[in-house]
């Protein structure tokens, strides 16, 4: 497959608090199965590099309604890039999360699943083998989806945050794994005009690929820049290809990365959703958000609750995919977006289902 080729013209909230690592001891619990029958109730879940993440919700008038969520860091990919293999270590961690991913489905007594894996174990050689114990353990039948459809559905979740007066936005998803970026626009001569992709790429470099390539702990501004001239290198061919011409255009960031930085951005004292979900940092935020990570010593950025531990070796790289990005497509204006996938699961599910004609 071509990361390159447009995608099919009409193609197309990590706010819950995060939590601590769990006990492998979950994993021995007898697994139940997933049970989705008989009522209106969706569940979304995706299994990404770092991220384990679950919404339920139903739909609405002119939307839906989240009833329940979860989201916890697992690094499944952690190591994945020295060894090919998710390790034993990431395995008992994912099953811990999706074990409570299953207790909460069954309990909400979701219809309708989509249950998605993105670069892990588009990547991992033991993939198959993962996927077969998560189903043994917890029920929970994973679908590995493909770069294309990933672009795709973090386009559906992310696009009534493209700004309604201008002409589109380039749309990037910072994965652990992974990074997306979308080319997407409105044509003004239709009634109401819908974003569309234009274009997309994907490149196999996510925060913890490259946090693990350079080191995330201690990052000097000497492997700051390193880390985004890699990333540059790569997307450098789509931009080249698909950055001009960018009038009236904005970014549209959806990724622990951009959330963090929106949060740091408006000095919160914790990580508050409600507060980061559309808000707009025009070019000298970022840069200047960026500078304050970049001066914080490794204990600092841990220490801060829009970070955490969980995030603090990983932050920086984030910053490197961002400002890679940001040089290549200079455009003054960033929408941040806390959703995504999830998002688009649930959307597409929901349209399918006849449930939902707007979002």
């Not at 699943?113 to 083998?129: D, H, V």
Request: overall charge negative.
């Amino acid at each position: 497959m071509n990361d390159h080729t447009p995608l099919r013209d009409g193609a197309p909230p990590r706010g819950e608090p995060q939590g601590s690592m769990v006990s492998a001891a979950l994993a021995a619990e007898p697994a139940a199965p997933v049970n989705g029958a008989g009522t209106g109730i969706y569940a979304a879940l995706d299994l990404g590099t770092n991220n384990c993440r679950l919404l339920i919700a139903c739909p609405t008038h002119d939307g839906f309604r989240v009833v329940d969520s979860f989201s916890r860091i697992i690094r499944l990919g952690e190591g994945i890039s020295a060894t090919g293999c998710i390790s034993d270590a990431a395995i008992e961690r994912a099953i811990a999360a999706l074990s409570i991913c299953r207790d909460k489905i069954n309990l909400r007594k979701a219809r309708r699943l989509r249950l998605i894996a993105t670069e892990a174990c588009r990547a991992a050689s033991n993939a198959e083998g993962f996927r077969s114990r998560v189903a043994a353990e917890t029920g929970i039948e994973l679908e590995v989806i493909d770069r294309e459809t990933e672009a795709a559905l973090a386009v559906l979740g992310c696009s009534p945050l493209v700004d309604p007066r201008g002409r589109g936005a380039i749309l990037f998803d910072i994965g652990g794994g992974s990074t997306e970026l979308v080319r997407i626009e409105r044509d003004p001569a239709e009634d109401n005009p819908q974003p569309r992709i234009k274009a997309w790429m994907s490149i196999p470099l996510g925060v913890v690929t490259l946090a693990e390539q350079f080191g995330g702990r201690d990052v000097t501004p000497a492997i700051y820049a390193l880390m985004e001239q890699e990333v540059a290198n790569h997307v450098a061919p789509f931009a080249e290809e698909h950055g001009r011409d960018l009038t009236e255009m904005h970014l549209l960031g959806t990724s622990g990365t951009v959330t963090t930085l929106a949060g740091i951005h408006l000095n919160l004292a914790r990580y508050d959703r409600r507060r980061i979900d559309s808000i707009w940092m025009d070019d000298s935020d970022i840069t200047a958000t960026i500078n304050r990570l970049l001066g914080m010593s490794y204990e600092q950025r841990a220490g801060n609750n829009c970070i955490s531990v969980e995030r603090a070796d990983l932050v920086l790289a984030g910053c490197a995919i961002l400002d890679a990005i940001r040089r290549a497509f200079p455009l003054p204006r960033l929408r941040v977006a806390d959703r995504g996938l999830r998002e688009g699961m649930l959307v597409e599910m929901m349209r399918e289902d006849g449930a939902l004609r707007s979002w």
